[in-house]
């Protein structure tokens, strides 16, 4: 208790609802810190200027967000001030890290707390999509009752492609065990003996057969260079007519402008895409806001459940408080600690 007497903390993107699960603000009050708190998540209009995140990096020792707020290199390397940048999640693509490991900040994250949660939402999107959920709702509400058109899929002996094998790729598989289905993965990062090797029933296949066999495929990569336009027209027309394709990892990873005319030309049967290539909040003229019969959207929500969240909220919590008094958990660039100690602890 009271370990951080004299710091000063500051919490950009509190989250929204999760009273019920956690208090989010109980361990920081209870380390003795100098809180600040931000506008909550969903407030994504409130965005910080580069001025004041600089400002921010210059009055505080840490920060903890989501993702509204982006620390550049620009930035960081004007935030004197500023011991480590706390993630609440797991995606850093909003933080410059070579440039925070240059400065010599600790940057952090949570990572496994919301697999789950968005392991969930990926198969939901598969099953939503292969009973065609979206159509037949409002083939009812508009008068009509099952007929050929309502003629849905079934899971079983349906082939699942997993683009990415890490943890949320290992959870959709986990979670597919006892449905029937055949499972394959492509990560070029992990050989055929750990992933088959891993006791999901998962088989190692190549990329040009992921896309070609699978009747669903779902996205599970992080966003790097490497994976930036990582799916685009090529890989869209290796799939089969009736095959999905499933987005719950990050937007610009899938070309936007090649699936939807892969969609409107017929080349697949539809999509489920909960993370957008473009702008989020995705604006009125986002080319798949007037598909409704086979593709759902969802607003980056793939990690939005109260439980997960909680968990990322006291997570973050303790990595910030553990940064600011020396120990190092859930490091994103471990290998800053000789610098950041110097900087800060000598």
């Keep these: 208790m009271n370990e951080l007497v004299g710091k000063k903390v500051f919490y950009l993107e509190p989250i929204d609802g999760i009273d019920v699960y956690v208090d989010q603000f109980k361990l920081y009050r209870e380390s003795g810190c100098d809180l600040s708190v931000g506008p909550f998540v969903s407030e994504t209009d409130k965005v910080y200027s580069k001025e004041e995140l600089i400002e921010i990096g210059n009055t505080y020792d840490a920060v903890i967000g989501m993702h509204r707020e982006a620390f550049t290199r620009d930035i960081i390397m004007q935030c004197d001030k500023l011991q480590m940048i706390t993630k609440t999640g797991i995606g850093m693509d909003h933080v410059d890290i070579p440039a925070a490991t240059e400065k010599g900040i600790l940057v952090t994250n949570t990572p496994g707390q919301n697999t789950l949660t968005v392991a969930e939402h990926a198969i939901t999107l598969m099953l939503a999509l292969l009973k065609k959920l979206p159509y037949e709702e409002r083939h009812l509400r508009e008068g009509f009752w099952r007929d050929n058109s309502t003629l849905s899929e079934e ?166 408080i553990d940064g600011l008094t020396g120990k190092i958990t859930n490091a994103c660039n471990p290998e800053v600690e000789s610098f950041w100690r110097s900087r800060f602890f000598s």
């Design 155 to 320: 899971i079983f002996h349906s082939t699942i492609g997993l683009v990415g094998f890490g943890n949320i790729g290992k959870m959709v598989a986990r979670r597919l065990q006892g449905w029937d289905c055949n499972l394959i993965a492509y990560d070029p990062y992990l050989t055929e003996e750990q992933i088959e090797g891993a006791g999901l029933n998962v088989k190692k296949v190549d990329w040009e057969t992921l896309w070609s066999v699978s009747d669903v495929v779902s996205v599970h990569c992080p966003l790097t260079a490497e994976t930036r336009g990582l799916v685009g027209a090529r890989e869209l027309s290796l799939m089969k007519p009736t095959a999905y394709l499933i987005n719950t990892a990050r937007g610009p990873i899938v070309k936007v402008k090649d699936l939807n005319e892969a969609l409107r030309a017929g080349k697949i049967a539809g999509a489920g895409i909960d993370t957008h290539d473009g702008p989020e909040p995705v604006l009125p003229d986002y080319p798949l806001l007037d598909l409704h019969e086979n593709v759902i959207l969802t607003p980056h929500n793939a990690g939005w459940a109260g439980p997960g969240l909680a968990r990322l909220a006291v997570v973050a919590a303790q990595n910030t």
